[in-house]
C-alpha cells in the first residue's frame, strides 16, 4: 500500500509516501518533504500560534511535493496518516483538519497517529535491524521515555522525565550559555572544544544504590542538572571562557544518565537491540557512548540519520502501515496524550 503521512505536531511541517504492507516490516520511503520553521529562532522557542500559521501556508504545497516527488496522485494512495497528538494543538488542528479534508474528498481510509509511537518506527525505515524486541529510548525537544518493546504495538513504559525531556535541557542550558536555538546541535558543537575535567556536574536520578523496582531507577530528571549549570555560570570568574567547558560538563552528565538507564533497560528486560528515537538521537556523542557501552554488552544500537531522528512524515506513514487495519475507528483525538495505545506502565 502507499500511504500519505502528514507530520505538524511542533514546528516541522512534514509530508512523505511510504510504501508498504500491512504485517510486514518491508517498507519503503517514496519521498519526504521537511520543511523546518526558521521563523522560531527569532523568540529562542517555538511560538504556538506562529507555528500553526505557519503550517497553515505550508502543507498543501508540501504535500504536493511529497506526492510528486513519489511520482504518485492522490488516486494512488491506500491509507491517510495524520499525526494526533501529542503536540501544540493549533499546530495539530492544522494537519488533522487537512488530512480530514483530503479523506473525505478522496474517500481514501484516514487514520490518526500518536507521534510517540511513530518515532519508534522511524529507525525501522532505514534499519532493517531496528524491530522488536527491542529497548527504546525517544528523547526529543517534548518528551524523553525509557520503553520496552516486545513487540510492535506492545509498549511498556519503564521510565520517563520527571521534569524537563532531555532536548528542552539542551534548548535551555544553550540559551543560558548564549549558544543560541535550538540548543542541541550548538551544546554539542560547544561541547566538542570543552575540557571534560573542568566541570563535573551532578548525573540525577543516578546513584549505585538504585535498585530495580525503585521509583527512581529508570526515570529521568534534568531540571537540577540545568540549576547546576546556572549555578557554575554565576560563579565562575571568565563565563566567556567557560562557556564551551560547562556545554562539554552538560552534555557529559546527560549522556551518562542516559546510557546508565539505558543499560539498566537492556540488562532488565534481557534485550540484546535498543532503538533510539527523537531529535536528542542526533547527538554523536551520545550515539557513540551508547554504542560502546552496548557492544561490551553484546548489545547493539539502532538509531536513525539525523533526518529521521528529527520530526518527519515517514515515521508517521510508518507508523499508519501497522495500524492500518484499524483506519476509521481512531477518534482522531487531537489532544491525545500519553499512554498511547498499546501503552502500559511496566
Ligand atoms: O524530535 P524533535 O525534532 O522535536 C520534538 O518532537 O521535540 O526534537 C527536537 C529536540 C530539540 O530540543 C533539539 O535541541 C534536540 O532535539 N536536538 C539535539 C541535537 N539535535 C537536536 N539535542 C542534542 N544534540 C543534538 N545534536
Ligand atoms: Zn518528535
Known amino acids: 500500500m502507499n500511504v500519505l503521512g502528514i507530520e505538524t505536531s511542533c514546528d516541522e511541517t512534514s509530508a512523505a509516501v511510504v510504501a508498504g504492507a500491512a504485517g510486514s516490516d518491508a517498507a519503503r520511503v517514496a519521498s519526504c518533504v521537511i ?22 501556508t505550508a502543507l498543501g504545497p508540501v504535500v504536493d511535493r ?29 494537519g488533522v483538519s487537512f488530512a480530514k479534508g483530503l479523506a473525505l474528498a478522496t474517500g481514501k481510509p484516514l487514520i490518526g497517529v500518536h507521534h510517540l509511537e511513530a518515532h519508534l518506527f522511524g529507525t525501522a525505515l532505514e534499519d532493517p535491524a531496528a524491530v522488536p524486541p527491542f529497548v527504546g529510548l525517544i528523547v526529543s525537544g517534548g518528551h ?9 504495538g506492545t509498549y511498556r513504559l519503564l521510565g520517563e522525565t520527571r521534569d524537563d525531556a532531555v532536548g528542552e535541557a539542551f534548548d535551555k542550558v544553550g540559551s543560558l550559555l548564549g549558544l543560541g536555538y535550538p540548543g542541541g546541535p550548538a551544546v554539542e558543537k560547544a561541547a566538542r572544544e570543552g575540557d571534560p575535567a573542568r566541570f563535573t556536574l551532578p548525573r540525577p536520578m543516578l546513584n549505585a544504590r538504585q535498585r530495580p523496582g525503585d521509583a ?22 571568565d563565563p566567556a571562557a567557560d562557556t564551551v567547558h560547562l556545554a562539554r560538563g552538560f552534555q557529559d552528565a546527560v549522556i551518562e544518565v542516559l546510557v546508565t538507564k539505558t543499560l539498566r533497560a537492556v540488562e532488565a528486560c534481557g534485550r540484546a537491540r535498543v532503538v533510539l528515537g527523537g531529535g ?20 547493539t544500537l ?21 495500524h492500518a487495519g484499524e483506519a476509521g475507528t481512531s477518534p482522531l483525538d487531537a489532544a491525545a496524550r500519553l499512554p498511547f495505545p498499546g501503552l502500559v506502565r511496566a
Not at 510528486?68 to 496522485?73: E, F, I, V
Request: glycine residues 6%.
Open 216 to 237: 527512581d531507577y529508570f526515570d529521568l530528571s534534568m531540571s537540577g542538572l540545568k540549576t547546576a549549570v546556572i549555578h557554575a555560570l554565576r560563579t565562575s570568574r
Open 66 to 94: 511529497a506526492l510528486g516527488d513519489a511520482r504518485l496522485d492522490l488516486e494512488d494512495l491506500d491509507l491517510i496518516a495524520v499525526t494526533e497528538g501529542p503536540g501544540l494543538i493549533g499546530a495539530l488542528l492544522v
Open 144 to 152: 524523553s521515555l525509557l520503553l520496552d518493546v516486545p513487540a510492535w
Open 35 to 56: 520543511l523546518s520553521q526558521d521563523v522560531h529562532q527569532v523568540y529562542k522557542g517555538v511560538v504556538p500560534e506562529l507555528a500553526s500559521r505557519a503550517h497553515l
Open 302 to 322: 539502532h538509531a536513525p540519520s539525523p533526518r529521521l531522528s528529527t520530526d518527519n512524515a515517514a515515521m508517521i506513514a510508518r507508523a499508519g502501515i501497522f
Open 280 to 299: 536528542v538521537a542526533c547527538n554523536r556523542a551520545l550515539r557513540e557512548a551508547m554504542a560502546a557501552a552496548l557492544q561490551r554488552r553484546g548489545a
